[in-house]
Nanobody, 114 residues
Framework: QVRFVESGGGLVQPGGSLRLSCAAS????????MAWYRQAPGKERELVAV???????DYVDSVKGRFTISRDDAENTVNLQMNSLKLEDTAVYYC????????WGQGTQVTVSS
């Protein structure tokens, strides 16, 4: 079945960096547009970054210039390099097929705090 395992989160100071990874399985990864989402406490889940099967990329405005999404079709992984982290980036981060509303993984917690 479709499964996502996110990792790489942690506690970081403002201005710091983290690299998130997501291992995907149970579907044809190489033809899927993949995305990272995040959900902050008390807020709805939001789309952060998308990468198509041809590596066309888009970001939510709040992370442009700071986050970089990438994919490795040989390993069925999608990554999110996060630089210049801000307090407002604190959230649980999830990966999923772009546009999917099901099969969510456990996510990985990112906490930006001084």
């Amino acid at each position: 079945q479709v499964r996502f395992v996110e990792s790489g989160g942690g506690l970081v100071q403002p201005g710091g960096s983290l690299r998130l990874s997501c291992a995907a399985s149970g579907f044809y990864f190489s033809v899927a547009a993949m995305a990272w989402y995040r959900q902050a406490p008390g807020k709805e889940r939001e789309l952060v970054a998308v990468i198509s099967s041809r590596s066309s990329i888009d970001y939510v405005d709040s992370v442009k210039g700071r986050f970089t999404i990438s994919r490795d079709d040989a390993e069925n992984t999608v990554n999110l390099q996060m630089n210049s982290l801000k307090l407002e980036d604190t959230a649980v981060y999830y990966c999923n097929i772009w546009g999917s509303g099901s099969n969510w993984g456990q996510g990985t917690q990112v906490t930006v705090s001084s």
